[in-house]
């Protein structure tokens, strides 16, 4: 069982910054990767990115490569998404979620990932 809260979320302008963090505890003994996606009111869930358990492989979705970039901190077990640049059609809840079977690999899909945080609003205004 591994449990993640994300955190940093809040109401910015277009245009501003935002870093999310996502604090991960359980069984964290074992290597995972860390995923981060979104879900827009109306719309379905989607990647944003994704980083392995060594952070040599990390993947972002094309309309945030760029301006959002994720790291980790294995020490901390904590994920990262900074976000710069940000735009009104980036306003979603953001997720973090963790892939216990596939570590090394920053996987997009969500069916990949095992546990799920709460999710964080994030809300940009034009």
């Known amino acids: 069982q591994v449990s993640l809260v994300e955190s940093g979320g809040g109401l910015v302008q277009a245009g501003g910054s935002l870093r999310l963090s996502c604090a991960a505890s359980?069984?964290?003994?074992?290597?995972?990767?860390m995923g981060w996606f979104r879900q827009a009111p109306g719309k379905e869930r989607e990647f944003v990115g994704a980083?392995?358990?060594?952070?040599?492989?990390?993947n972002y979705s094309d309309s945030v490569k760029g301006r959002f970039t994720i790291s980790k901190d294995n020490g901390k077990n904590t994920a990262y998404l900074q976000m710069n640049s940000l735009k009104p059609e980036d306003t979603a809840v953001y997720y973090c979620?963790?892939?216990?079977?596939?570590?090394?690999?920053?996987?997009?899909?969500?069916?990949?990932?095992?546990?799920w945080g709460l999710g964080t609003q994030v809300t940009v205004s034009s």
């Open positions: 979620a963790v892939d216990l079977d596939r570590p090394w690999v920053a996987g997009i899909a969500g069916n990949d990932y095992d546990y």
């Open positions: 359980g069984r964290t003994y074992r290597p995972y990767a």
């Open positions: 980083i392995n358990a060594r952070g040599n492989t990390i």
